[in-house]
Each structure stands twice: as structure tokens, then as C-alpha cells.
Antibody
Framework: EVQLVESGGGLVQPGGSLRLSCAAS????????MNWVRQAPGKGLEWVAN????????YYVDSVKGRFTISRDNARNSLYLQMNSLRAEDTALYYC??????????????WGQGSLVTVSS | QSALTQPASVSGSPGQSITISCTGT?????????VSWYQQHPGKAPKLMIS???YRSSGVSNRFSGSKSGNTASLTISGLQAEDEADYYC??????????FGGGTKLTVL
């Protein structure tokens, strides 16, 4: 059974940092593009970033470029999101999601339950 | 980049059909078939319903179908059921190698 379990969320002050983790199981992690998608309270979905199977390609939404870094450790079946210079508008539930195509087709077939990040003083 | 445009809400009675539109541009929906649709119930993670414009995910009812014309993709749900009441989101790959979502549509089954 495919499982994605996020952790690392919490309350952080504006300007602070946080590192999210996503533990994957039930599939060959190293064979898939992986993504972070966020959802602010009561709002819609926003794609944040993704990373290729070997980590050689990474893409970000403009609003997080230069502040967030996506990475992965295929030996540990884990995905990460390092978030620096956090702003109030980064407050959201952050989902880890798999691109099920095996390529970059932007079809997210498995999602975690999310990790809540709250940026507030 | 602005979100894909979806109606904020749609409604229908049980047994009826509804269509949710998703309008993008010639930089996303218009030139790529990497359009997906997701269903999200309150407090739950999104669920992939349709990928590549019209391919139903495993286990998804054939009451759900997808299509695309020009810059607009559509999700049609036929034979509406109470359990279909949820939020629906479209997404597309873009020419900037990013992914963009629609603003979401709340489906109410009357």
C-alpha cells in the first residue's frame, strides 16, 4: 500500500525556518517525481515545488523561489522541503504528493494527509 | 501566474448531470494534455479523478468524464449522487515547467 506521511510542521515566527519531511512507503520511491502542494486555510490548492527522480531537476512556484528548497533522499525514501524566510502567507497545510506517471505529467495519484505550517508572531 | 479559472460553485439534483469548466491559456491547458481533476471532501486530502484530460483513475466511477477544447478543460459528472458533493480542482502542466491549479469549484447536490 502506498503511503506518504508528512511531518515537521508547526508554529514559526515570520522570518523563521522550518523543514518538512515526507516518508514514502509501498512503492519504488526513486522511480517517481515528487511534489509539495499547499492549501491555505479555507482556500484552494497551490503547487509549491517538485523534484525529479534523481534530484537533477527542481521547479518552484514563483512565490517561494529563493526561500524554499526541495530535496530528496532515495536511500531513505524521503522527500524534504526546507522553508526559510517564512511569511504569514506561507501558512497552509502542506501535502506531499506523487506524480503517478513516472514522468513529469502533473498527475498526483497519491497524497499524504498534510503537515500544518503556521507563520505568526 | 494566475490560477486556472473555475466557477466558484455549481449545483445539481440527484440523477442530473453537471459540468465544471477550467479555463487556462495557450501556455498551459491550451497546449498540454497534462490536465488533471481532483475531488476533495472536507478535511480530506485531494483524490485524483481524471488525468491526461480524460483518463479516469483506477476505481473512479464512469460517471466522471473529462474533455478539453482549446484553452478550456471540462469535468462532467453524470447521474449525480449525494457522495459527489465536494470541492473539485483542475490542474495543468505549464510551459514554464510548473504546475498550476484552478481556484476550485464547490459542488452542491441539492
Amino acid at each position: 500500500e502506498v503511503q506518504l506521511v508528512e511531518s515537521g510542521g508547526g508554529l514559526v515566527q515570520p522570518g523563521g525556518s522550518l523543514r518538512l519531511s515526507c516518508a514514502a512507503s509501498g512503492f519504488t520511491f526513486s522511480s517517481y517525481w515528487m511534489n509539495w502542494v499547499r492549501q491555505a486555510p479555507g482556500k484552494g490548492l497551490e503547487w509549491v515545488a517538485n523534484i525529479k527522480q534523481d534530484g537533477s531537476e527542481k521547479y518552484y512556484v514563483d512565490s517561494v523561489k529563493g526561500r524554499f528548497t526541495i530535496s530528496r533522499d532515495n536511500a531513505r525514501n524521503s522527500l524534504y522541503l526546507q522553508m526559510n524566510s517564512l511569511r504569514a502567507e506561507d501558512t497552509a497545510l502542506y501535502y506531499c504528493a506523487r506524480d503517478g506517471s513516472g514522468y513529469y505529467e502533473a498527475m498526483f495519484d497519491y497524497w499524504g494527509q498534510g503537515s500544518l505550517v503556521t507563520v505568526s508572531s | 501566474q494566475s490560477a486556472l479559472t473555475q466557477p466558484a460553485s455549481v449545483s445539481g439534483s440527484p440523477g442530473q448531470s453537471i459540468t465544471i469548466s477550467c479555463t487556462g491559456t495557450s501556455s498551459d491547458v491550451g497546449i498540454y494534455n497534462s490536465v488533471s481533476w481532483y475531488q476533495q471532501h472536507p478535511g480530506k486530502a485531494p483524490k485524483l479523478m481524471i488525468s491526461d484530460v480524460s483518463y479516469r483513475s483506477s476505481g473512479v466511477s464512469n460517471r466522471f468524464s473529462g474533455s478539453k477544447s482549446g484553452n478550456t478543460a471540462s469535468l462532467t459528472i453524470s447521474g449525480l449522487q449525494a457522495e459527489d458533493e465536494a470541492d473539485y480542482y483542475c490542474s495543468s502542466y505549464t510551459s514554464r515547467s510548473t504546475v498550476i491549479f484552478g481556484g476550485g469549484t464547490k459542488l452542491t447536490v441539492l
